[in-house]
């Protein structure tokens, strides 16, 4: 089981939709959680993070957490043309030595058409 | 400079060469890290330095070779490389503290052609 799972899409949606992007993990203990956007032949650049079960919003950007289903999503109001890349969820999970490291998805590739 | 700069950009490099990949953060955080990023296929984790110590070598092939010789600096010492270690190669800083999980910023990368 991969430990941490995203659907590669594309998710085509139109302009000014929603589009949601979901992402499953399997470490119970991961307690941070992260999305990413990566435009092609660029590298990821961070977007969101969340800690907490729920909802966190930034601008059209919206996160949403639920630990006991072990899923986070990443909600798109209103899409943009430019919102078109590939969106990677990134959880914590402990490693070797203690230290955090995260384990990246494969990434869902959002297509916005005009 | 802001953020997290690599050098070179881009490389080509012979199986028998040696060179050197660079990485800076100008965050102040004290955790650096190496990801490779090869097509159709998650980023993956290579090494993690806290404090300058490695503390992740996540199965990586004795021709990769790091070098962190402060929070600010970490290089990757490639030799022998192989025609499949052509990628793009990410570097990232973070805060660590107490083995939990901060943001991590990427630097621009370094995209890697081996012939």
């Known amino acids: 089981q991969k430990e941490v799972e995203q659907n590669s899409g594309p998710l085509s949606v139109p302009e000014g939709a929603i589009a949601s992007l979901n992402c499953t993990y399997s470490d119970r203990g991961s307690q941070s959680f992260f999305w990413y956007r990566q435009y092609s032949g660029k590298s990821p650049e961070l977007i969101m993070f969340?800690?907490?079960?729920g909802d966190k919003e930034d601008g059209r950007f919206t996160a949403q957490l639920n630990k006991a289903s072990q899923y986070v999503s990443l909600l798109i109001r209103d899409s943009q043309p430019s919102d078109s890349a590939t969106y990677l969820c990134?959880?914590?999970?402990?490693?070797?030595?203690?230290?955090?490291?995260?384990?990246f998805g494969q990434g869902t590739t959002l297509q916005v058409k005009p | 400079e802001t953020g997290v700069t690599q050098t070179p950009r881009h490389l080509v490099m012979g199986m028998t060469n040696k060179k050197s990949l660079k990485c800076e953060q100008h965050?102040?955080?004290?955790?650096m890290y190496w990801y490779k990023q090869s097509a159709k296929k998650p980023l993956e984790l290579m090494f993690v330095?806290?404090?300058?110590?490695?503390?992740e070598n996540n199965s990586v092939p004795s021709r990769f070779s790091p070098e962190c010789p402060n929070s600010s600096h970490l290089f990757l010492h490639l030799h022998t490389l192989q025609p499949e270690d052509s990628a793009l190669y990410l570097c990232?800083?973070?805060?660590?503290?107490?083995?939990?999980?901060?943001?991590?910023?990427f630097g621009p990368g370094t995209r890697l052609t081996v012939t």
């Open positions: 969340i800690y907490s079960n």
């Open positions: 330095y806290n404090f300058k110590e490695q503390t």
């Open positions: 965050l102040g955080h004290n955790a």
């Open positions: 990134a959880v914590n999970v402990r490693g070797s030595s203690n230290t955090g490291k995260l384990i």
């Open positions: 990232a800083s973070s805060q660590d503290m107490a083995g939990g999980a901060y943001e991590q910023y």
